[in-house]
């Protein structure tokens, strides 16, 4: 069990890394610029379902996998790379088509892929094995247990966070609702960093 003290101690340290702008945040930005605010917090509702998946992992002893297998971890990023770079073409696709017959990203789909951005992302597992150790007792019970109660926190804050972003790139969407082709190109713009900035990331 998670005593209150060390709970107290990780909850700013979890709320300063939400507050942190990095690849979650910015894809929901770029959910909410091109489908709206129920686009927006379900990818956010998606990329804190991967964060406990992470967690979770990493509860049951995926260090020592990627410890073992290094070169998983590069698998795990090229696949990120190429799904955000396939969502780029995707919504360019779009761009060129009218406002009105081109819906946005609906809720279930705006989730699965919020869910799948963030599990490939190999940042987040090396972020959750870095942080998340720091502050489990093994004394105290269960470390499963343990990191499932920090990986909450970190995934709640990190909704309402990333979901606020989102909801407030949405109120800029609607007053470029005119301008299809320029959300379409700013969310592709978007996807495309995001699919560089995985791509350069060197394995520490």
């Known amino acids: 069990m998670v005593d209150a003290l060390t709970l107290l101690a990780f ?3 979890a ?18 610029l091109r489908s709206g605010p129920r ?11 991967g964060v406990l998946v992470h967690v979770a992992l ?21 696949l990120g790379v190429a799904y955000l770079l396939w969502l780029a073409v995707q919504t360019l696709r779009q761009a060129g088509k009218p406002r ?9 789909r705006a989730f699965n892929t919020g869910f799948i951005v963030n599990l490939t992302n190999p940042k987040v597992i090396l972020f959750v094995l870095a942080f998340l150790p720091q502050f489990v007792v ?10 499932l109660t920090f990986g909450a926190v970190l995934a709640l804050g990190g909704f309402v966070i990333n979901g606020a972003v989102g909801v407030f790139a949405a109120g800029i969407g609607r007053r470029l609702a005119g301008g299809g082709r320029v959300l379409g190109w700013i969310s592709s713009g978007i996807f495309v960093a995001l699919a560089a900035r995985l791509a350069m990331m060197e394995r520490t």
Not at 100 to 108: E, L, R, V
């Open 11 to 13: 909850v700013p340290a």
């Open 15 to 32: 709320l300063a890394l939400n507050l942190t702008p990095g690849a979650d945040m910015m894809f929901c930005l770029g959910q909410g």
């Open 39 to 49: 686009a927006a917090l379900a990818a956010s509702a998606g990329i804190s379902a």
């Open 58 to 78: 990493a509860g049951l002893g995926l260090g020592a996998v990627v410890a073992a297998l290094p070169w998983a971890l590069d698998i795990i990023r090229w």
């Open 100 to 108: 009105d017959t081109t819906p946005g990203m609906g809720g279930w």
């Open 138 to 147: 093994p004394e105290a019970g269960p470390v499963l247990a343990q990191f």
